[in-house]
């Protein structure tokens, strides 16, 4: 038997970005209602379209559970859970069946077989509404650095100049993370890179361009770039990592 290498070690308590967990029945009764792998991806997508936020992954897994329930995870922490009952829909206006709650709003309601949601839709809703509401989070290090580098391909010269500049991709990422806090789309990448230039040529350090600049704060760069994109993010929809059940 091999030695237990510091590599395992490293492998053995590192935790998923985000991950998605599923008891087993629901997991298939989703994935032949919709494709779940998929729409899940999709969801990937629409966050770039809107936010501007690539996220590398959602992990999908199953789960043993006395329930058909759900849970999202970030970093192995739980930010979300829910009950689903497909192939039944929910409606917050039906007046019979299995007695439940909206994922997102919290609002009581039952499945059934009358018009409704579709168990799926209501899982990709919690799931866009807990990534939108924990955007700053997903948002890592790697992953800035990487956006950054990829900057260098379509516009060097800028990138170059960020970098005469002190600019680091610690410093990007903090200005980014503080973006999304404040609801502010990081897209155009090139147009926020630019931006955070100007801030620089704008706001020299002690009053000149010296050689060599120093670093700015993120926050100052932030209210900058505030200032000038005049876009929000619409609030994310209210979510809770706590699941309630109606009684008989």
């Known amino acids: 038997m091999s030695d237990w290498t510091v590599s395992d070690a490293y492998s053995a308590q590192k935790s998923d970005l985000m991950s998605l967990e599923l008891e087993t029945k629901l ?6 209602e919709a494709q779940l792998a998929r729409k899940v991806q999709e969801q990937r ?11 590398p992954s959602i992990r999908i897994r199953t789960m043993a559970a006395e329930e058909s329930e759900y849970v999202i995870r970030i970093r192995g922490q739980r930010v979300g859970r829910a009950v ?10 039906a007046l019979d069946g299995i007695p439940g709650y909206h994922p997102v709003t919290q609002q009581p309601g039952f499945w059934g077989e009358h018009e409704g949601d579709p168990a799926y839709t209501l899982l990709l809703d919690h799931l866009k ?12 290090y790697e ?16 990138v170059k100049e960020l970098e005469k500049r002190g600019v680091t991709a610690g410093l990007i990422w903090q200005v980014m993370r503080k973006l999304l806090a404040k609801r502010i789309p990081l897209h155009p990448f090139e147009d ?9 040529i704008v706001h020299p350090a002690g009053g000149y361009a010296p050689p060599e600049w120093t670093q700015a704060h993120p ?16 609030r994310p929809g209210r979510t809770t990592a706590a699941i309630h059940h109606l009684k008989h």
């Open 192 to 200: 926020l890179l630019e931006t955070v230039l100007e801030y620089y």
């Open 84 to 93: 689903l009952h497909p192939p039944l829909t929910f409606s917050t206006e």
């Open 45 to 55: 997508r629409q966050l770039v379209h809107s936010h501007g936020l690539f996220i």
């Open 129 to 140: 509404t807990v990534m939108e509401q924990k955007a700053p989070e997903l948002l890592t």
């Open 219 to 234: 926050d100052d760069i932030v209210k900058y770039i505030a200032a000038h994109k005049k876009k929000r993010l619409p």
């Open 27 to 32: 997991y298939e009764a989703l994935n032949t």
């Open 143 to 158: 992953t800035a650095a990487r956006w950054l580098h990829q900057a260098k391909s379509y516009a060097p010269e800028l």
